[in-house]
């Protein structure tokens, strides 16, 4: 069973930054893709980032605005989210998500979240 465990979460001023983890374990290699979603009070979860790790190659939503970086680090199975310029309206639990195939279906594997808050 595939387990993922978020953490560097917190609260921060607007402008502030925040580096998220996400460690995963229960299987030897992680080659499929993963990323970040993220629900808002009120809102609907929403997709934020994603890497494939086969080729390392990353998708952003598009209110990332190039503030948000997305990598991995392989030896670690572990993926990270640099979060830069944040604004209030990031304030979410933000939820990293392992696909079980090579793109993301109802099967998927979630951590538990992290919760982010940004003060104006």
């Known amino acids: 069973q595939v387990q993922l465990v978020e953490s560097g979460g917190g609260s921060v001023q607007a402008g502030g930054s925040l580096r998220l983890s996400c460690a995963a374990s229960g299987r030897s290699g992680f080659t499929n893709p993963m990323g970040w979603f993220r629900k808002a009070p009120g809102k609907e979860r929403e997709f934020v980032a994603l890497i494939r790790w086969s080729v390392g190659s990353t998708y952003y939503a598009d209110f990332v605005e190039g503030r948000f970086t997305i990598s991995r680090d392989n030896a670690k199975n572990t993926v990270y989210l640099q979060m830069n310029s944040l604004k209030p309206e990031d304030t979410a639990v933000y939820y990293c998500?392992?696909?079980?195939?090579?793109?993301w279906g109802p099967g998927d594997y979630w951590g538990q979240g992290t919760q982010v808050t940004v003060s104006s």
């Open positions: 998500r392992s696909a079980r195939g090579m793109n």
